[in-house]
């Protein structure tokens, strides 16, 4: 038998009879889609102008900065290692620029190593021009032309720059997280640098290996190998492979992760869209039950039925995929890339066409679309003809009918609608409370930052911490000496990262511990993120070296600032074998002003412990705020077409309430009433879903980065989850009682066998 014609005929006047369902779906996918098409090109874009940034620019394998500067004969030794060593000075100099007091690290011009992308204007040629980074720019609201005091010089901006190993504007690499408000990297003229004199002059050096590690773990090998010469050699103030260095790898790690995250939430997105078109579907085969029954006797088979069925999803999403991936490659690609840009000091990209992106965001979808509209439908439609033209849709064996209480009529006839539409009400719970894990998570990122703030200020050691490059005395009142280091944990789930290890008087006016006599506090950032108790023993490695120590846990110190230990001066210079009189830095409440800047080699104040929550929130703000609206969006939809349909299945009963008298708002009252509890409820169980589908997310999230953020919700924003998908519902609500209006009251006479 030919191909039925009269098929094909249905599927227009199906698309027009229901075309605001299909719309919105089909927005949605685009809008889905073409947003996930752009972040697939701009992101396998960006990740390529990284990954061939690091021959372009000749980006180093490491760098390290010595306590002196050194001479040739040492330098001529470490080169005997089988590496090349780069002279590469950098200041650190105060910046005020009217909006902000900041830190610039100053390099002079590089031609050899670590080269510099140029983004905009022009390389300083003048003593009094300098040229800073983009993104410290833009977060500082500063452009080509301006002019800024930089360690108390006036200076004018010749041009915004990226330099290849700040790709992540870390100024130490053992920070949670950078700050591109109160740091920033700049190129000056050899004049202008040497102008500022040594005052805060580091001496830092880059090193290429003659012969590049095949892999990271020679990688690892040659850095362990070359750090031993070297400070066998010479006073190490910092040691940095690249490997382990975030303000070069941090960006790529990042970029690279975000894929994954993506793409799933994309494929849960379409499976939702998935299971609504089969409810919907299967909720029209009810309706023509009678039609299929009549074309089943007619000689059509299942999976012609089956086919015809499955073509508007299928359609809706392809087209929508095609669409979007237009839309992805021009408009979504440029803003995926904003993002990008106000999230790390990247150099220029060339867009690159990724036929990924189009398999990852049409083909797949359309499977996924394909896959769960054929296993429900299909399951629909194995009733025997004569079933279907008696209108007899239940492959099992009827049931008794479900006694409700002794409610008054009103209630029992809305549970009965809930118990008619199970199906739909399932969706929508699923959908909502998916909705809510992307609601839940972006709302309370900016709660928890500031509680994060808040908590590290009110937990400060002291409001100065200086750490000196030797053991220099002060007048300072208050000012009181302590000894600290840091060693590495050892690899476990997390990678191994840097602890801060304090030594502090037993009678310490800054840190408050009756210290027992044995074992040590930890902070309980530690104790979080490692799961650590009282008891417990903790076991850590040399920063450069091999030799390890384990420590018992006596007790949990409240510092969330850092993962760091605690432990009496005494037992600080015994383990780690220091003179009696030795110490390295200050804590202070007043500023020390008798110590030439020279002995400083940092100084730790509340803008260094706060830069975290500063930095998160002014790069990942507007993605917060893009999916708070995709998630009410999400949840609006879903509430639309769900209660769209439920009202669609029950017309001809509305129909009928209609004859009986009742008016549109009285009929609303029976109907959507039941779609409120069901939102309700959902609001309120998504809620605990997403919170501890969250809590799961945050710690496998927080594990790739150094130090620990505490989870925190503020109670407010499940309050104001509830309210907004209640105002959403409500003028889904006015959409639905329009619909119920237009219910013919002669609709009940439709389907009377």
């Not at 002196?68 to 004969?73: C, L, P, V, Y």
């Not at 439908?377 to 003809?385: C, F, M, Q, T, V």
């Not at 030797?470 to 009142?477: I, L, Q, Y």
């Not at 020390?592 to 100084?603: K, V």
């Amino acid at each position: 038998m030919k191909v039925k014609s009269p098929l094909r005929k249905r599927i227009p006047r199906e698309l027009k009879t229901d075309f605001g369902k299909y719309l919105v779906i089909f927005l949605f996918l685009i809008a889905t889609i073409g947003f996930v098409s752009g972040f697939l090109v701009a992101g396998s874009s960006m990740i390529t102008a990284y990954n061939e940034s690091f021959e372009k620019y000749n980006i180093e394998d490491g760098n390290f900065e010595l306590m002196e500067e050194a001479d040739d004969t040492l330098l001529t030794e470490l080169e005997k290692e089988g590496v090349t060593i780069y002279e590469n000075y950098y200041l650190e100099e105060a910046v005020v620029n009217g909006k902000s007091d900041s830190t610039l690290r100053i390099f002079k011009p590089r031609n050899e190593v670590d080269k510099v992308c140029l983004m905009d204007g022009e390389m300083p040629q003048q003593e009094d021009e300098i040229a800073i980074d983009r993104m410290y720019a833009d977060n500082n609201s500063l452009k080509v032309g301006d002019t800024i005091k930089v360690g108390g010089e006036k200076k004018t901006i010749s041009g915004l720059v990226a330099l290849s190993d700040y790709s992540a504007l870390f100024s130490d690499s053992k920070d949670l997280m950078f700050d591109a408000i109160k740091f920033g990297v700049a190129i000056a003229t050899e004049d202008a640098f040497d102008a500022y004199g040594t005052g805060n002059l580091h001496y830092s050096y880059s090193w290429k290996y003659e012969k590049t590690p095949a892999d990271d773990t020679e990688a690892k090998e040659k850095a362990e190998d070359f750090m031993k010469v070297l400070g066998s050699k010479a006073a190490i103030a910092a040691y940095i492979p690249a490997f382990s260095n975030q303000a070069i790898h941090f960006t790529g790690d990042d970029m690279g992760g975000d894929k994954t995250m993506v793409m799933t939430l994309l494929y849960i997105l379409i499976a939702i869209m998935a299971f609504v078109f089969a409810v919907t579907t299967n909720n029209t085969i009810t309706k023509e039950a009678a039609v299929i029954g009549t074309l089943r006797a007619s000689g059509y088979t299942r999976g012609e039925l089956l086919r015809h069925y499955l073509h508007l999803p299928v359609l809706v999403t392809i087209v929508a995929a095609i669409i979007g991936n237009i839309l992805g490659y021009t408009v979504f690609k440029n803003m995926v890339a904003d993002l990008y840009y106000g999230s790390y000091s990247l150099p220029t990209y060339h867009t690159i066409w990724n036929g990924d992106a189009f398999i990852l965001t049409t083909v797949i979808p359309a499977i996924i679309m394909i896959v769960i509209n054929l296993l429900l439908i299909s399951s629909k439609l194995r009733i025997s003809p004569l079933n279907f033209l008696r209108r007899d849709l239940s492959r099992r064996k009827r049931k008794k009918a479900v006694k409700l209480p002794h409610f008054k009529f009103f209630n029992r006839f809305r549970i009965r609608i809930i118990l008619q539409n199970r199906a739909g009400y399932l969706t929508l719970f699923i959908g909502i409370a998916f909705a809510e894990i992307l609601l839940v998570f972006g709302m309370m990122m900016s709660p928890l930052l500031e509680h994060y703030q808040d908590e590290v200020l009110s937990h400060m050691l002291a409001d100065y911490q200086y750490v000196l490059k030797a053991p220099v005395p002060t007048e300072t009142d208050g000012a009181e000496a302590y000894l600290a280091g840091s060693l590495k944990t050892m690899p476990t789930e997390f990678s191994s990262e840097e602890v801060s290890v304090y030594g502090v008087e037993k009678d310490s006016a800054y840190v408050d511990i009756d210290f027992p006599k044995e074992g040590v506090y930890i902070s309980d950032s530690y104790a979080e993120k490692y799961r650590l108790a009282e008891g417990d023993t903790i076991e850590l490695k040399e920063t450069y070296g091999d030799k390890k120590y384990k420590f018992k846990v006596a007790g949990i110190y409240e510092y969330p600032a850092a993962v760091a230990i605690f432990m009496p001066e005494e037992e600080y210079r015994d383990v780690f074998d220091k003179e009696e009189d030795y110490f390295n830095g200050y804590f202070s409440d007043k500023k020390i002003t008798d110590i030439e800047d020279a002995y400083i080699m940092t100084t730790i104040t509340e803008d260094d412990l706060t830069k975290v929550s500063r930095q998160l929130d002014v790069s990942m703000g507007g993605m917060f705020y893009l999916m708070n609206v995709f998630s009410v969006a999400l949840a609006a939809i879903l509430i639309y077409l769900m209660t769209k349909l439920i009202i669609e299945r029950n017309a001809s009963s509305i129909s009928m309430v209609k004859i009986l008298g009742y008016n549109t708002r009285e009929i609303g009252k029976l109907y959507l009433t039941a779609t409120t509890w069901i939102v309700v409820i959902s609001v309120i169980l998504g809620e605990a879903i997403a919170t501890e589908t969250i809590n799961v997310i945050y710690r496998a999230m927080m594990s790739d980065y150094s130090g620990w953020l505490s989870i925190y919700y503020d109670p407010n924003i499940y309050w104001k989850i509830l309210l907004m998908v209640l105002a959403a519902y409500f003028v889904v609500a006015l959409f639905c009682l329009r619909k119920i209006r237009k219910i013919p009251m002669d609709e009940a006479l439709k389907n009377v066998e």
